[in-house]
């Protein structure tokens, strides 16, 4: 099966997931959801968590995963 965000791209729907982790600096709890589109937004009040999307022009990548890339 693929994974969830692999399958919304593939039946042309949109998915979302919620992820339930811990500040790797402060250590408080950190809650955000994001989409297929890569959309994704932070659950509480001054929350500003900083996300890296890594920029990859999937028409020239022949790594075999986005690891061997970087």
Do not use: N
Not at 28 to 49: C, H, I, K, T
Request: aromatic share 12%; glycine share 8%.
């Amino acid at each position: 099966m693929a994974a969830p965000f692999v399958k919304g791209r593939l039946e042309g729907t949109t998915v979302s997931a919620v992820v339930e982790t811990v500040c790797a600096q402060s250590g408080r709890p950190l809650v955000f959801e994001l989409d297929s589109r890569m959309a994704w937004w932070a659950v509480g009040e001054a929350v500003r968590p900083m996300v890296f999307e890594p920029r990859v022009d999937w028409s020239t990548f022949d790594d075999l995963t986005i690891l061997h890339g970087y």
